[in-house]
């Protein structure tokens, strides 16, 4: 299964770039995901429950990052077991490019699965994966810009859980 898509952030690539190597950022753009170690220079091992039509599993897996270009492109690799469920492996090559209002995400995911899994069927399955896929950027999205416009205004809203923004910010 093979897919790709784009999407504009309102922040720079610098930016971005550094989110798609945070471990807190991929745990909350994960869906299911339980927990997450490690480092982009060694991997990161983690443990993601996700249900694809009748079949829900626990999948622990590891994620290398490479081929890396600094503030403008990466590819995400991954392999999880799922037990009986099967397998899932695959990978994303990302691409980051300035526009005048932040940058263009662009991405490229090739996905493949095997167990009972492939039993369910690909049309199944490649909608499980492109929900997967827009679920993580859209959250990404969502943890680099703040709430949306015609959201309450900050002081009167509830407080939030700290953003990626807001804890790089804190670094500094």
């Avoid at 600094?70 to 590819?75: A, D, M, S, V, Y």
């Avoid at 526009?99 to 490229?108: D, F, I, K, W």
Wanted: aromatic share 6%; with cysteine; charged share 25%.
């Amino acid at each position: 299964m093979q897919m790709s898509d784009q999407r504009e952030i309102k922040a720079d690539p610098a930016t971005v770039f550094a989110a798609l190597l945070d471990p807190e950022v991929l745990k909350a753009c994960v869906p299911g995901t339980q927990e997450i170690s490690g480092s982009p220079e060694d991997g990161f091992e983690a443990t993601v429950v996700q249900k694809v039509g009748p079949v829900k599993a626990t999948f622990k897996g590891q994620v290398t990052i490479s081929d890396v270009v600094p503030n403008e492109k990466l590819t995400i690799s991954g392999e999880g077991k799922g037990g009986a469920a099967g397998f899932a492996k695959g990978g994303a090559v990302v691409t980051l490019a300035p526009t005048a209002e932040g940058t263009l995400l662009s991405y490229e995911v090739e996905a493949k699965v095997g167990g009972k899994l492939a039993q369910l069927g690909s049309r199944l399955i490649d909608g499980f994966a492109k929900k997967m896929a827009d679920s993580f950027f859209e959250t990404l999205q969502a943890e680099l810009e703040g709430p949306a416009e015609g959201d309450a205004p900050a002081e009167e809203a509830a407080p939030a859980k700290t953003g990626f923004l807001a804890r790089l910010k804190g670094k500094s």
